[in-house]
């Protein structure tokens, strides 16, 4: 597997355009279009959310009744949740304009949203930024990361991630972007995600090993615990690497199930540590656990506690939140059992070992969570699972910018 | 029911104290007692945290066993949580200690310890503080105020209430203290509750109407999600009142359980409303549910959504983020049907109905957020359930406060 620059135009047949279209707010980008020239066996999952947005209605029909696509239209600024018929029909008159002028049907079009709930699109803004995209689309990783601002809301940087890798002596390409930094959680709160790969692959598999692959990703992250209604993550796959068509998981199909992990994990945690004022990353990785669904929910937990984040910003090795957090999980384990340690670059310290607190050096411990990535690791000593989860720390600056988000 | 001031000494035959013994930092008060002339019958709630702190386990077993109990011991400062066997001699210790003072069996005095877990308590400080409230140990209202000033920690007011009520002619009186202002949450999240009543009740009626309350009460608050390793509810009550033996549900035992209920919402209320860095007290009222649990869980899921919170903070009237903490609650419900409304002195006003933006006044709503007590009022209009969970803002001072909570 090969790390490459690039995002969602590195696969071949894939081109991308962001534009400034003043969905809400003027003068920045606010919309992005990816196109394939070769309609896409396409696979998505979205929001577990009861309220639904328009698009998250619209793209879920498409990908459960065909599983092809051709294009995909986003916009950011205004969410479309909330907005009844007329939300739909928003999402339809997108679909219709975008695909009169790539010459391809409305239903293989589709629109995702980001932005304030309860808003109406202005329609013509809308069209606006799609005819203004479609002469621009290019197939450069320039064109591809005009596409990955586009989409960004308070995130912070823009996230692309692509590999490459062989099958049957063909190169294959798997490349994304994602947007997102808070409402990240467990069941992908608002974030949007893109993948676009040239493998030719059947639509079913491609479902199954995205479904499987999120529950390791973008499940695995989160930023205050709110789950959005507009989270969607799409894959498109076009073919055009020329591979024979991968219909059953054998050593191919594990050989692309890496590179989609890899791009999707990498995104995922780009999310994690651009999580509304943010100022580090927090991996928790739980090993020695009984079965791999117990590992997830505790690593969740603590990488979701308020205490815990909240105490990772003042650099304070405060492992009773940890503890605690591992506790109110919903997962049984034995409390006097379990070993607690922080880690950064490289360095490793034991601060809880069955039952009691390890005889560690506040100082050193402090020191250790002071990096821009910090690692909690537990070792429930009970199996063999395990699992990481990503979040971030807990700041004033996340407060200030979710008191007043619209204004 | 006659609302009364008072707290833990307005029952007959209870007298408290309140003392500063150093635990861990010196000059304020941090041990509390709460004493009967007469053996009680005791119920009890606690955590649900796999961690559970040795005070826990040392009052559950009583509870569980006798059901009698005559004197409680509570510290701040240290929670006496994840401190192995250690930790559980010191309960022992304790209660030997305060037994021996007050002429009872050790196994008659409960104890419980609320601050920082992973430390162990210094003993000579925990037996200092009992000998020296023994002897001040008082009925007056100041004696019980005492006891409640000296069980809080990051909490801003001391937390009391207390009612009468008439059975066969007898006066009963209900009262009682807590401490807790973060890590409250459903299931009972750092939070010591104490209430005692003279009244004569059998205790396994007792038991069964305090587990019936909490459900409405102590668990439909919520600061921060995070559930702690301590959270414990005690009600002794002596029987000194005089009246006849409550054996089961009469009417005898509605108007208890009505004293009983305002004593434990009042407190419940008084905590959320002094949530760390809190500003206001965020109530949520969920009506029209299809069933009672859907309504708590939906008015929980509210009441402890991060982004709701800080827009509260904020009084933004960002009502997008009601709906969606409803979306994810994990309850069904059909979102084009519900209505909302914001609430707060009086004044109410309609801001979404059958899944769309009410023609509202944006100033107007951000009137009314401008309280220190504001109503979200969610009606469901599935069915005839209703319930109220209750929160408070998410503000920067909350970060402050955790970021360096130890120290």
Known sequence: MKIIKGGVTAAKGFKAAGTAAGIKYEGRKDMAMIW??????????????????????????????????????VNAGIANACTGEQGMTYCRETAEAAGGLLGIPADSVLVCSTGVIGMQLKMDRLIGGVRAMVPELGDTPEAGTLAAEAIMTTDTISKQAAVQIEIGG??????????????????????????????NIDQKLLQELLERDVKDTFNMITVDGDTSTNDTLLVMANGEAGNEKIT?????????????????????????????????????????????????????SVAGSSLTKAAMYGNDANFGRILCALGYSGVQFNPDKLDLFYEAEGKKLLIYRDGLTADYSEEEA?????????????????????????????????????ADYRS
Chains 1, 2 share one sequence.
């Open 248 to 300: 059953k998981e054998d050593g191919d199909c594990a050989r692309f199930f890496e590179a989609l992990h890899y791009v999707c994990e990498t995104l995922a945690k780009m999310m994690a540590g651009d999580g509304e004022g943010a100022t580090k990353l927090l991996e928790v990785k739980v090993t020695g656990a009984a079965d791999k669904e117990k590992a997830r929910v505790l690593a969740r």
């Open 170 to 199: 063909k190169t294959v390409t798997v490349g994304g972007m994602s947007k997102g930094s808070g409402m990240i959680h467990p069941n992908m709160c608002t974030m949007l995600g893109f993948v676009t790969t040239d493998i």
């Open 366 to 402: 402090t020191a250790i969570l002071d990096h821009e990535a910090v690692t909690v690791l537990a070792d429930m000593k009970e199996g063999d699972a395990s699992a990481t989860a990503w979040g971030c720390d807990l700041t004033e600056e996340y407060v200030k910018i979710n």
């Open 36 to 73: 394939s020239g070769k309609p896409c066996v396409t696979a998505g999952v979205f929001t577990s959310n009861v309220v639904k947005a328009a698009p998250v209605v619209w793209d879920q029909r498409i990908v459960k009744e065909s599983g092809t696509a051709q294009a995909v239209v």
